[in-house]
T-cell receptor
Framework: GAVVSQHPSRVICKSGTSVKIECRSLDFQATTMFWYRQFPKQSLMLMATSNEGSKATYEQGVEKDKFLINHASLTLSTLTVTSAHPEDSSFYIC??????????????FGPGTRLTVL | DAKTTQPTSMDCAEGRAANLPCNHSTISGNEYVYWYRQIHSQGPQYIIHGLKNNETNEMASLIITEDRKSSTLILPHATLRDTAVYYCIVSPLRNQAGTALIFGKGTTLSVSS
């Protein structure tokens, strides 16, 4: 199967600082990656669609200047939470679909990054 | 918004079959039924997907009704490690539409010994 990794798995930061989360497709190339956020006891909520070589598409209500997304290569997308505040504390999950090969018809998810803002 | 309806929770005894229902009465002709599960504090794990025929893999079986308005995910011999939230999602094949998967609330399956 296809493997997606995220780094870091857990991060604690002070209010006002910025945090970068990496999402990598380890054994496939992905032209599109997706970023989700999950608050406790809730379902995953789509934040944005990340396209390699172009600007990300953000869902309604997600601030693009606060959640910076860069998809610089076919195997790496990054999410930077700028000027983080306690309400940004959440579980951030990325997903990706292979651009070719036998697994193109579904998405594979990373293990998630737990962000805690103090 | 999610286009599926699932029971909030279900219980299953270890070793028995777990049958998880899903209603998707507004499913379109080009939409597939996907099932994912999420074990606590992990990313979702792909289980199975199908269009109209029943599907089986090493993890589960997917039974889709003839009118495609509902489906059932079957875990033939549930174990304690199958305790998770199970999500039923309808979506076009990703490589055709490039659309994200939209998650509903899912079903919390609790497997007990």
């Amino acid at each position: 199967g296809a493997v997606v990794s995220q780094h870091p798995s857990r991060v604690i930061c002070k209010s006002g600082t910025s945090v970068k989360i990496e999402c990598r497709s380890l054994d496939f190339q992905a032209t599109t990656m997706f970023w989700y956020r999950q608050f406790p006891k809730q379902s995953l909520m789509l934040m944005a669609t990340s396209n390699e070589g172009s600007k990300a598409t953000y869902e309604q209500g997600v601030e693009k200047d606060k959640f910076l997304i860069n998809h610089a290569s076919l195997t790496l997308s990054t999410l930077t939470v700028t000027s983080a505040h306690p309400e940004d504390s959440s579980f951030y999950i990325c997903s990706a679909s292979p651009a070719g090969g036998p697994f193109t018809d579904t998405q594979y998810f990373g293990p998630g990054t737990r962000l805690t803002v103090l | 918004d999610a286009k599926t309806t699932q029971p909030t929770s279900m219980d299953c005894a270890e070793g028995r079959a777990a049958n998880l229902p899903c209603n998707h009465s507004t499913i379109s002709g080009n939409e597939y039924v996907y099932w994912y599960r999420q074990i606590h504090s992990q990313g979702p794990q792909y289980i199975i997907h199908g269009l109209k025929n029943n599907e089986t893999n090493e993890m589960a079986s997917l039974i889709i009704t003839e009118d495609r308005k509902s489906s059932t995910l079957i875990l033939p011999h549930a174990t304690l490690r199958d305790t998770a939230v199970y999500y039923c999602i309808v979506s076009p094949l990703r490589n055709q539409a490039g659309t994200a998967l939209i998650f509903g609330k899912g079903t919390t399956l609790s497997v007990s010994s």
